[in-house]
C-alpha cells in the first residue's frame, strides 16, 4: 500500500526537501501532495484522500496550528495524523501540541531517517 | 524580585561563542558546511549585492538574530540541503535557504540558552536585499560574529533582551 502524504509549507526549499526526505526515507510513499499554507492545504484535503499531513507552523495566511485546530473541529479530518516540522525544540511546546492531538513532531534539521521514525508510527495500518 | 532561570546571565563573548558553536553544528547538519571564524582578517564583501534574513523571538527573553550572505553563499546552501546543483534551483530556493538556516539557527540557539522546559515563539524570518556597504556596517556591529563558509563571509548577528519579563 502507497500513502499519500500532504506537505505544507510557505518555503519551496522546506517543502522540496520534506518531499525529497520523504522519498528517502523508505516508507511506501505514493504521492506527495504540495499546499503552502493552512488554507490550500484543507483544500487538498477536500479534493484528495490524504493519509498524513506533515506541516509547518510559521506560515501566512493559516497558520499551522489554525490548520490542526480546523481539522480537529469538523468530523471528516479529526483523525487524520499530523506531525509538525518545527526548529524550536521546546518540550513545553511538543505537550502543548499533544493537547491538540498532534502525536508527531519533528524539529529541523532533520534525516530522511528520523523522518522515517516519527511518520512510520503514525501511518494508517 | 525572583530571577527567571530561563534568563541567561551571559556576556556578549559568552554569547558569540554559544553562536558560533550553535551555527557550526547545525550548517553542518542542515548543509554539510563547514565554517571558520573570520578572526582579525577584514570580512571579503564581494559583490553589489547580500541578502539579509531577519527572525524575531519572544519567550521568557525576547530579540532577533539576523544573518547577512551574498547570493552566491545562499545558493550553494540551497543547493546542498537539497543535494542539488546550484545551476537546478531557483533565486527563491536560494532566498528560502537564507530564511531557513536563520530559523535553525535561532532554535537552536534558544535550546542552547534556555533549554528545553520553555516556550518562545518564532515569528516568520523576513528577507530583504541590502548593499555591500550595509553587509560591512552590520559585520561591524558589536552583536555581530562574522565566519567564513567556503570562501564566503556569513554575518551572523544577535541581539537579546534579556531584562524582558523577568517577574
Not at chain 1, 23 to 33: K, Q
Not at chain 1, 101 to 114: A, D, L
Not at chain 2, 4 to 10: C, E, F, K, V, W
Request: hydrophobic letters at 50%; charged letters at 20%; proline letters at 6%.
Amino acid at each position: 500500500m502507497a500513502y499519500t502524504i500532504l506537505v505544507v509549507d510557505n518555503s519551496l526549499l522546506a517543502r522540496t526537501f520534506m518531499e525529497k526526505a520523504l522519498r528517502l526515507s523508505g516508507l511506501p510513499i505514493g504521492e506527495i501532495c504540495l499546499a503552502c499554507n493552512g488554507r490550500e492545504a484543507l483544500q487538498v484535503m477536500e479534493e484528495r484522500w490524504i493519509d498524513l499531513v506533515l506541516t509547518a507552523i510559521n506560515m501566512p495566511e493559516m497558520n499551522g496550528l489554525e490548520l490542526v485546530q480546523t481539522m480537529r473541529a469538523g468530523p471528516a479530518l479529526k483523525n487524520l495524523p499530523v506531525v509538525i516540522v518545527s526548529s524550536v525544540r521546546s518540550e513545553a511546546r511538543m505537550r502543548e501540541l499533544e493537547q491538540l492531538g498532534i502525536k508527531g513532531y519533528v524539529t529541523k534539521p532533520f534525516t530522511p531517517e528520523k523522518l522515517k521514525q516519527i511518520v512510520e508510527g503514525l501511518l494508517p495500518a | 524580585m525572583t530571577e527567571n532561570p530561563a534568563i541567561p546571565r551571559l556576556a556578549g563573548e559568552d554569547v558569540h561563542e554559544i553562536l558560533y558553536d550553535v551555527a557550526a553544528d547545525v550548517l553542518e547538519k542542515f548543509a554539510f558546511l563547514f565554517l571558520s571564524p573570520a578572526g582579525s582578517v577584514p570580512v571579503p564583501f564581494r559583490g553589489r549585492m547580500f541578502l539579509h534574513a531577519e527572525i524575531e523571538f519572544s519567550g521568557p527573553f525576547s530579540g532577533r538574530l539576523s544573518l547577512v550572505a551574498s547570493p552566491s553563499f545562499c545558493s550553494l546552501l540551497a543547493a546542498n540541503v537539497l543535494g542539488m546543483e546550484p545551476a537546478e534551483l531557483t533565486v527563491e530556493h536560494a532566498e528560502d535557504a537564507l530564511r531557513e538556516l536563520v530559523n535553525v539557527i535561532c532554535g537552536e540557539l534558544l535550546v542552547a540558552l534556555a533549554g528545553k522546559a520553555v516556550i518562545f515563539d518564532l515569528s516568520a524570518p523576513v528577507l530583504k536585499r541590502i548593499s555591500a556597504a550595509d553587509a560591512q556596517a552590520v559585520a561591524v556591529l558589536p552583536e555581530s560574529l562574522a565566519v567564513i563558509v567556503d570562501e564566503e563571509p556569513l554575518i551572523i548577528a544577535s541581539a537579546l533582551c534579556l531584562d524582558h519579563d523577568t517577574r
